[in-house]
C-alpha cells in the first residue's frame, strides 16, 4: 500500500476513533443539562460518607460528603430518574450549611420534624440488619445512635435507642478480630471503648463483646414500658463469651441465665413461645448426656437451685404456649434425674 492511501485509511480510523469516544461521552452531556423541577423539601441522609457532586452524574466531581443521618434541604430534583446499576432514581440539589450540590436520591429519604424520632428509628433498624456494612460504616451507625440515644425526646421510643445503641455497639466490634485488633483503625475503636468497659474481650472467640448486663440494666431501666420485652429478649441472646464444652451444670447455670431469666420477667411476653423453644433444645442436650451420666449431680449438687429455679419459671409460663408442655416434660425428668443421684 503507497503512503498516501496509508495516510488516508489512518485518517478514516482516527475519525472513526474520536466518533466513537464523542458518542460514549454524549449521555454524560445530556445528563448535565436535564430538565429539572423546583421543590422545597426535607431529606434525611441514609447512608455514611455520601459524596455531594457538582452535577446530577457519577462522573461529576466531588464537592464534598454528608455523614448518616444528616438532614438538609432539598431545592430541586431531576424530572426523570436516572439508571444506574439497574436501580432507577432521582438527584436532588441540596443545600446545607458549607456545602450544595447534586445527591443521588440512592441514600436519602423524605423528612418531616413532627416525625424525626420515627424517622431515626426505622433508618437505625435499617443498617442494624444491613449485614454488607464495612467499619467505617458500623462506626458511622453507633456514632449517630448514639447521638439520637443521648437526645431522644420520645419517651416511648428512647428505649428503643439506647437498645439500638448497644447493638450498633455489637455491630461495630464484628470485624475486629486478632489478626487486626492493634492495627489502625480498630485499635483507636478499641481504646476507645475497653476503658469505658463497654467491651470485653472473650479469649474463647477472640471477639470484642458488649455484655449482657447492660442489656438486663437496660431492661430494667424500661421494665414497665413497651421496649423493655424486646430489650429482655436481646438481653437473653446476648454472648455470654466462654463456653461450657458439654458441662451440664454449666449449661443449665446459662439457660438460667438467658432464656429462664427472660421467662422470669415476661412469663407472658412476646418471646415466651420462642424462649421455651431454645430452652427446651439445651434440655433435651442435657437430658441425653444424663444418659451417659445418670450419677452427674452427685458432684455437682449446686444444680438443684438452678433446676428448681427453672420449674417454677417454666410452670408460670402461659399455659396456651405450644412450647411449655416440652419443656415441663424435660425439666421434671432433669429433677427427678438430680433427685435420684442424691439418694
Known sequence: MSGKYMLRAFGTMWWKLFLLVCLSYMPLVVRADLPLIAMDG???????????????????????????????????RTRNKLQYEAVEHYWYFITAPQLSGWVSGRFLNDFTADKKEKIWLDLIKTRLDNPKLSFRDRVALYRFTDLVANNSQDEKLKGAFELGRLLALQKSFEPVNYSNEKKEPYAAWVKEHQPAKRIFHDEISGQWLVSSLDYWKLADKYKGQASGDEIAWYAANAQLGGECEGDIACNLGRERMTQGEYLLRYPLGRYANVSLQRLSETLAYIQGALKEEPRYFRQASESGEVIDSLVTIIKDTNPKLHERAKAVELIKSIQMTFNDSRR
Open 42 to 76: 426535607k431529606k434525611i441522609v441514609t447512608a455514611s460518607t455520601v459524596r455531594v457532586r457538582a452535577q446530577p452524574l457519577l462522573a461529576s466531581d466531588v464537592v464534598g460528603h454528608l455523614g448518616l443521618g444528616a438532614v438538609f434541604t432539598a431545592t430541586k
